[in-house]
């Protein structure tokens, strides 16, 4: 899960058509090619036309190039983004039941707060906690729970956008910001 | 109108003319209304066959092949054909029947997962789960298999589905938001190519079968004759360019001619038109055309950067990139602006003078009959636009490296899966499509009898071809490699040149059976083939089981250590 540092982190994020086997076209190709997908988000747009799937995966950027294009022949598959990390918002949803005896109880509820989390479940001696936000900031919560106890743990991969563009577009010319303008050749 | 009454109707307004087939529980539906359809149905005697015949139809003619098989079992059968289309390119259309709809996923009598197991080799697939879909779905089928790079299709059929009650209509126009080739080649790039090309002293034109998917011969021909660079055509582009050609330096690759092969070596540039960098072609790609600059042009940007990086890339459908390319390098000045290449084209006649492809046929007798003589003389003796069609091994790449490919679409094989037992159902699937044709099939004796069943088929609809079988009673490749890498322990190779008869076995199929083993009695024999004109003709040259396809790159080596005949006593390393 953690970002190992020898490898990058690439997520893609791909526009599909809202249609039956579609995953199974995309999941497959990456199988084929040999690559581990390492998250994988699948939710319909506000067009009930296309889905998006998110797909986080592992490897370096030359092999990443041709598995695009490889995604991008698949029929169903309409638009894909790879988003740099540095460049776009992440959210992922983690909820994890925690062990919590009466005596660690009131620490867990406090840590979950400093990290914007909620209680959704009380159990006898366990807790079921929330927690949303960029995946390394689950990653650290998932390390403090450990401490406790961790029963179950589900994390929902993550999804992302694109930051938005802050300058102004005639500003941007002017100042040259980005590479999107001029022809630029086919990619 | 029923679903399948539909299905059939949407077939005829895609302008199919013929479909191979074989009838089965799930697909029953459809074959009823096909009695009162004018599309001319030809019953296969196994789905393989089918697939290879819509396969050959389509290579020859340039129009989607289609087949049509039932459920399970035929779905499996038909894998094979679409998996070798997929990796050739080939524009063909599949129709299967599937278990009722309500009965998917209940492992029903018949059922299998057929997209699912198509869904690696086909461009695309689809299963149809409302028979109001039905016409848009062909519709969408045909244009996928043909547009862009073109492809394998498959559509899957259940049986509650061509039963059931729909509305008919013909869409106009295919929506597929996801699917849109790029033809036309980026302006840029096709200046920066020219500019290449104006700078280059020993460029080489590398041409693959996009050439033939795209009709770009003449476009190619156009090209190669303002800018005078030498043209190599890949096995899948024999006849893409005219074997007779001053510049055609016919086949390269691993069992490449020795000038095809070095000058891409040498090359400081390739211009590779409808080509993939296949590994026969580049061998150790570390290695490959280490000095030539890369102009790729293909229609799938997948294939740009894949193996090699291309300097300038180029995304678009050949015959339009190629007449933008003509333009731009007439824009600079055209034939008169490329420099003088005469010490590189000096270099490539002395290269084909010192190593021509060479074999030797002894007329003594029981000297052995030699299976390049045996395709010299077929080539000798048949019309020059006759179709050659081969399966794989040592025929195919003898086949290849003989014959002088004169037209566009005169050869037919199985290129990237290697499908033993193309042959037979494949030069069925072409004479179907180009019956104004001389159609040769040249099979192996191992591929032969993968598929020979079909001959069947060919009797009984009266599809006239004709199956030279170069006999050497073994898996001749295989055994090739056995000799020559694993120190002639020959395992598993053998197989006999008498077992089956092949005379006898032709004849019980309808067939005309011939059986040659002197060289003197091979050109009768093909004289005699190409006079009958109402049935198939096999002829059973018995050649020597000893003969080997070189050059030869080992697999994995590079192309600069191609080894020569060693029989000829000169460069074998």
């Not at chain 1, 406090?110 to 929330?130: A, H, N, P």
């Not at chain 2, 001053?246 to 086949?251: A, R, S």
């Not at chain 2, 950067?305 to 000045?333: F, M, N, S, T, W």
């Not at chain 2, 490539?348 to 007329?363: C, D, G, K, S, V």
């Amino acid at each position: 899960m953690a970002d190992s540092g020898a490898h990058r982190h690439h997520t893609l994020t791909v526009l599909v058509e809202n249609k039956a086997g579609v995953l199974a076209r995309v999941a497959g190709l990456f199988a084929r090619r040999g690559f581990n997908i390492t998250s994988l988000a699948v939710a319909p747009t506000d067009d009930e036309r296309f889905s998006r799937i998110t797909i986080v995966v592992d490897v370096e950027s030359a092999p990443l190039e041709q598995i695009t294009k490889q995604l991008f022949k698949l029929i169903n598959v309409v638009k894909i983004t790879e988003l740099d990390p540095s460049d776009s918002v992440e959210r992922e949803l983690m909820l994890a039941t925690v062990r919590a005896d009466p005596r660690a109880r009131s620490e867990i509820i406090e840590l979950v707060q400093v990290f914007e989390g909620k209680i959704v479940d009380v159990g006898y001696d366990s807790l079921m906690i929330s927690v949303s936000g960029p995946p390394s900031k689950l990653d650290d919560v998932e390390d403090l729970m450990r401490g406790y106890g961790i029963v179950e743990l589900q994390r929902t991969g993550r999804v992302a956008l694109p930051k938005l563009e802050r300058q102004a577009p005639r500003l941007r010319s002017v100042s040259g910001f980005r590479t999107g303008t001029g022809g630029s050749g086919p990619s | 109108m029923t679903g399948a009454q539909a299905l059939i109707k949407s077939l005829e307004m895609a302008g199919v003319e013929v479909m191979f087939g074989l009838p089965g529980g799930a697909i029953l539906p459809v074959y009823d209304p096909i009695i009162d359809s004018p599309i001319r149905h030809i019953l296969v005697r196994h789905e393989q066959g089918a697939g290879h015949m819509a396969e050959g139809y389509a290579q020859a003619t340039g129009r989607p092949g289609v087949a049509m098989v039932t459920s399970g079992p035929a779905a499996t059968n038909i894998v094979t054909p679409l998996c070798n289309a997929y990796m050739d390119s080939t524009p063909i259309v599949v129709i299967t029947g599937q278990v009722p709809f309500t009965a998917i996923g209940t492992d029903a009598f018949q059922e299998c997962d057929t997209t699912g197991i198509t869904m690696p080799v086909t461009k695309h697939n689809w299963l149809i789960t409302d028979a109001q879909d039905i016409p848009r779905i062909v519709k969408e089928a045909f244009h996928v298999a043909t547009t862009g790079r073109p492809g394998p299709v498959l559509v899957d059929v259940p049986k509650d589905i061509s039963n059931s009650q729909m509305e008919w209509y013909w869409p106009d126009d295919v929506d597929l938001p996801g699917y849109k080739p790029t033809i036309k080649g980026h302006p840029r790039m096709i200046t920066e190519a020219a500019r290449l090309i104006g700078e280059a002293h020993r460029p080489v034109i590398y041409a693959g079968g996009g050439i033939l998917k795209a009709r770009a011969a003449e476009a190619l021909r156009e090209l190669v004759d303002m800018i005078g660079v030498p043209v190599v055509t890949t096995l899948m582009a024999r006849g893409a360019f005219p074997d007779d050609h001053e510049l055609c330096l016919g086949m390269p690759g691993m069992h490449g001619n020795y000038t095809a092969v070095t000058s891409m070596q040498k090359a400081d540039l390739l211009i590779a038109l409808g080509s993939r960098f296949d590994d026969r072609v580049t061998g150790k790609v570390s290695t490959f055309a280490p000095d030539a600059k890369v102009i790729h042009v293909d229609v799938d940007p997948a294939e740009l950067g894949k193996v090699r990086r291309p300097d300038v890339p180029i995304v678009g459908d050949c015959r339009q990139v190629i007449e933008e390319l003509v333009k731009a390098v007439r824009a600079l000045g055209g034939s008169d602006a490329q420099p003088d290449r005469s010490p590189w084209i000096s270099q490539i006649r002395e290269w084909q003078a010192q190593h021509p492809l060479r074999y030797e046929q002894t007329f003594e007798a029981d000297g052995p009959l030699k299976p390049q003589f045996v395709l010299e003389t077929l080539r000798d003796n048949t019309p020059e636009d006759t179709i050659v069609v081969a399966g794989v091994g040592q025929h195919q790449m003898w086949a290849s490296q003989y014959w002088r490919f004169r037209h566009p679409y005169t050869w037919v094989n199985s290129g990237g899966l290697g499908t033993m037992g193309f042959a037979v159902p494949a030069a069925i699937g072409a004479k179907v499509g180009r019956p104004d044709r001389t159609v040769w099939a040249v099979d192996g004796d191992g591929c032969f009898q993968m598929t020979a069943q079909e001959l069947v088929t060919a009797s009984s609809e009266r599809i006239p071809v004709k199956v030279a079988i170069l006999n050497n009673s073994y898996l001749g490749m295989v055994r090739q490699w056995q000799e020559l890498f694993y120190e002639e322990r020959y395992s598993e190779v053998y197989l006999s040149p008498d077992l089956p008869d092949y005379v006898k076995w032709a004849e019980a199929m309808g067939c005309v059976g011939l059986r040659v083993e002197a060289p003197e009695e091979v050109e009768p024999a093909i004289d005699k083939a190409n006079n009958i004109d109402d049935r198939p003709v096999v002829i059973d040259f018995r050649v020597d089981s000893f003969e080997k396809v070189y050059p030869m790159v080992p697999a994995g080596g590079s192309n600069d250590d191609i080894i020569l005949d060693p029989a000829h006593g000169e460069g074998g390393h």
